[in-house]
């Protein structure tokens, strides 16, 4: 199977992925812009005859698999601008609940059982990072046990760990050591 072109929902970040990570024969792919990196990843795709399997993050095991996911539109990019937008304001509509002290009289919603149902419904988003943020909030809740955690999918979650590695601060102790020391000046 050979293919013609890359479906467009595909951004430049995801096809320099691609290349990186199972290994494609492209020479700084970091130097081209989107159209000709796409030319250049057809170009590699259709003269190579196997790759390095990926079960972690796109779970492609060979190279019809990895030709498909690029013929096929991306999936991290299902959602519309319009639906976005929608649970962008829903999760901040409960961060702001979850500010305002956990108080369901002045906030938008009625209920809440209302609010956790709109809070499950948009977890499964949790790529997003307001809706991570929502989750975290919202678990804080002291008046409700029930928790609510975002789907994350393996890529951004391990986005999140190296990011979480590298925030870590070193914590430096002071060591004192007794005795004589000798200060000469010239």
């Known amino acids: 199977m050979t293919i013609t072109c890359i479906h467009k929902s595909h951004s430049r970040r995801d096809l320099l992925e691609i290349v990186k990570l199972f290994k494609l024969p492209i020479e700084d792919p970091e130097d081209h812009k989107k159209k000709e990196l796409g030319d250049l990843v057809i170009d590699a795709v259709n003269n190579i005859d196997n790759i390095i399997a990926d079960d972690f993050f796109y779970n492609i095991s060979n190279l ?15 959602l519309s601008i319009k639906d976005k937008a929608e649970i962008m304001t829903t999760a901040k509509l409960i961060i702001a609940f979850c500010k305002g002290g956990y108080v369901i009289q002045i906030s938008y919603f009625d209920s809440n059982e209302q609010l956790y149902t709109e809070a499950r419904r948009i977890a499964q988003f949790g790529d997003i990072p307001s809706v991570r943020r929502m989750c975290d909030l919202l678990n804080k809740n002291p008046y409700c046990n029930e928790r609510v955690y975002p789907i994350i999918s393996k890529k951004v979650q391990m986005d999140l760990d190296i990011k979480k590695m590298t925030n870590k601060k070193v914590h430096t102790s002071l060591h004192v050591k007794k005795g004589k020391v000798l200060v000469v000046f010239d």
């Open 64 to 78: 019809n698999e990895l030709k498909e996911h690029l013929i096929k539109p991306n999936q991290k990019k299902m």
